[in-house]
Nanobody, 125 residues
Framework: QVQLVESGGGLVQAGDSLRLSCAASGRTFSNYAMGWFRQAPGKERQFLAGITGPLGTYYASSVKGRFTISRDNAKNMVYLQMNSLKPEDTAVYYC???????????????????WGQGTQVTVSS
């Protein structure tokens, strides 16, 4: 049974940094794209960053330069380093995994077959 569990969210001030972690279990994810999304109240789920099996990274323009995605395949972990946080970054952040190996970069939430439960990030001004 595949499970994704996010951690690392919390309440921070504008300008602070946070690192989110996603622990994956139930299979080896090294050959699968992983991604981070967020959803603010009343808004659609938004793609933020992705990392493919060969460790290629790609980002939404809104977070490029501030957020960094990485993975540790030996530990089945994915991370999202978030710097220079802004109040508009406040949302529930989700980790997601592709269900198809070696597919390459994907950004559509419908292409990710597995999701974590989310972790809340709140940025105060």
């Amino acid at each position: 049974q595949v499970q994704l569990v996010e951690s690392g969210g919390g309440l921070v001030q504008a300008g602070d940094s946070l690192r989110l972690s996603c622990a994956a279990s139930g299979r080896t994810f090294s050959n699968y794209a992983m991604g981070w999304f967020r959803q603010a109240p009343g808004k659609e789920r938004q793609f933020l960053a992705g990392i493919t099996g060969p460790l290629g990274t790609y980002y939404a323009s809104s977070v490029k330069g501030r957020f960094t995605i990485s993975r540790d395949n030996a530990k089945n972990m994915v991370y999202l380093q978030m710097n220079s946080l802004k109040p508009e970054d406040t949302a529930v952040y989700y980790c997601a995994a592709d269900s198809v190996p070696w597919r390459g970069p994907i950004v559509d939430s419908r292409d990710f077959g597995y999701w974590g439960q989310g972790t809340q990030v709140t940025v105060s001004s």
